[in-house]
């Protein structure tokens, strides 16, 4: 004979199942659209600063490139009447152009600047509740998979939402630089 266990409570099986129930939480996830709140967030996350800074970067980038091409269409019409010498249109072409690039370049520098902010702070803030949740979170989540959720949320905070908001600043403006050379 074996020891009588008191309380008469089911014998815990392998892998910290209880007959009749599992004491591990099922992993709850949402999937489908990104929701508003969360795209809102970002934004709060890149800071006024850097929101304010891009949206001057990205207004000053189409006005070079929209203005280099605006300057193409006076050269081909001709409209200062330079005939045989066309040194100045080119003049104007090229530093339309090259303030074009140059404003571009310190664009992405700006944006990936902002983006590791906004990564950092999203970081930060994922860390800190995940760190201030009850015991029981901790008693109930396999460790696996806290870090496989943080781990992929993070990558998709830094990656995938990035790149889409950044998409969605250059579309943006795209639009209404194109919108305003029509009118």
């Known amino acids: 004979g074996g020891a009588r266990r008191r309380g008469g409570g089911a014998k815990p099986e392998a892998g910290g199942a209880k007959a009749g129930g599992s004491i591990i939480a099922a992993e ?12 809102v967030r970002y934004a709060e996350a890149l800071g006024w600063l850097s929101m304010s800074s891009l949206i001057g970067i990205y207004s000053l980038s189409q006005v070079f490139t929209y203005g280099s091409s ?14 045989s ?12 152009s090259l ?6 370049w ?13 990564g950092r702070r999203t970081h930060e803030d994922v860390l800190s509740a995940v ?40 579309n943006f403006f795209s639009l209404l630089g194109t919108i305003t050379m029509l009118a």
């Open 99 to 104: 303030a074009a690039a140059a404003v571009i």
């Open 131 to 170: 760190l201030a949740s009850p015991m029981s979170f901790f008693d109930t989540t396999p460790l696996g998979r806290i870090v496989n959720r943080f781990s992929g949320d993070v990558q998709k905070v830094d990656v995938q939402i990035s790149g889409q908001f950044m998409q969605l600043f250059l």
């Open 28 to 39: 709850d996830r949402e999937r489908g659209v990104v929701a508003m709140s969360l795209w």
């Open 106 to 118: 310190v664009r992405v520098v700006v944006v990936a600047l902002a983006c590791v902010r906004a």
């Open 70 to 83: 605006w300057w193409l269409t006076q050269w081909a019409a001709d409209t200062l009447h330079q005939g």
């Open 85 to 96: 010498d066309p040194w100045l249109y080119v003049a104007v072409y090229a530093a339309a």
